[in-house]
């Protein structure tokens, strides 16, 4: 979910998107709250603290709690969706791997994209981890249009992540780049940095004498694809890893397909509320444990997702 055009933004998810077995019916500048209110306890194996190399880097209240209590948007294959009842995904292994690390339980509940780093900052989650684009805006609380909506978060940086274009099977429409939408409808999850990515590249098609970009934008990406796929949008904007996912295997990889190469990669990030320092460095030294360790790589592997590998965690590092 780069603020130009990788998933999920903020103004008040980025969706690698919208980064799993998808079809259309199963997958993101931050604004309200939101909906909150699918619960399911997904995503990790309780690590015990006794035994866990780092948890005495943890805050005092989450040791003694034995849980980090995750806010995400469970509809991004492969990176996070809900399959059985759980929250499954790159995101819930991943989670699951660092809780092993700090001895805790990270435990997911899934609700509106765009009301995820509110939440955090109002106390319901510890975290936010769902394919969220580590920018300076939402680092600054910042909308797109530069207007201050809250205190922002930090991020701790876990993985890559690029924008992407679907089609329907068989491009009917001949689109082989973002480019290639002036004048065209195209399809985006509300909230979401390439949505941002479609209102660049419609003004870029403005001020070239050519046609905006009609851009339709929905609350969820699973209502994007569905429009899609009826030949109402000709293209879709997502994050690379996602869009690669739904190509493969939406209706046995016969809805869609990707066009051209991942543009404007940048990192996805756990957001964490800026007043919780301890936290954000206990994160980012587990998650470059688990990356020197092995298990980074495998969980990535396990997804497809090795494209959005990377070799040490940063704090902040979104632009």
């Not at 870029?204 to 949008?233: H, L, M, P, Y």
Request: aromatic letters at 6%; hydrophobic letters at 35%; proline letters at 3%.
């Amino acid at each position: 979910m780069t603020a130009s055009s990788t998933r999920r933004t903020t103004a008040a998810h980025s969706r690698i998107a919208a980064v799993g077995a998808i079809a259309v019916a199963g997958a993101l500048l931050l604004t309200g709250c939101g909906d909150q209110t699918d619960d399911t306890g997904g995503g990790s194996d309780t690590a015990s603290a006794s035994g866990a190399p780092l948890a005495d880097q943890l805050p005092k209240a989450i040791r003694d709690k034995g849980v980090i209590e995750v806010g995400t948007n469970a509809e991004y294959a492969p990176m996070e969706y809900q399959e059985g009842g759980k929250i499954v995904g790159v995101d819930p292994d991943i989670a699951a791997a660092l809780g092993k690390q700090l001895g805790v339980e990270f435990k997911f509940t899934s609700g509106s994209f765009d009301g995820l780093i509110t939440s955090l900052n109002s106390g319901r989650y510890d975290v936010a981890m769902s394919s969220i684009t580590d920018t300076k805006a939402r680092q600054e609380g910042l909308d797109d249009k530069g207007k201050k909506l809250g205190p922002g978060v930090d991020f701790v940086d876990y993985f890559v992540a690029g924008t992407a274009v679907y089609v329907q099977k068989g491009n009917p429409k001949k689109i082989n780049s973002i480019e290639d939408l002036c004048g065209q409808t195209a399809a985006v999850q509300r909230g979401t940095t390439y949505e941002q990515a479609l209102k660049d590249q419609s003004k870029k098609c403005t001020d070239g004498g050519k046609k905006k970009i009609t851009i339709e934008a929905f609350e969820n990406d699973t209502e994007a694809q569905t429009r899609v796929k009826s030949g109402g949008a000709v293209a879709g904007v997502n994050d690379y890893p996602v869009a690669v996912d739904l190509a493969r295997k939406a209706d046995g990889g016969n809805a869609f397909e990707v066009v051209g190469e991942q543009v404007d990669a940048g990192p996805f990030g756990i957001a964490v509320n800026k007043d919780n320092k301890e936290l954000t460095a206990a994160l980012e030294e587990a998650v470059n444990a688990i990356i020197e360790d092995g298990t980074y790589k495998k969980i990535l592997e396990k997804w497809g997702a090795e494209t959005g590998a990377i070799d040490k965690a940063a704090v902040n590092g979104g632009k």
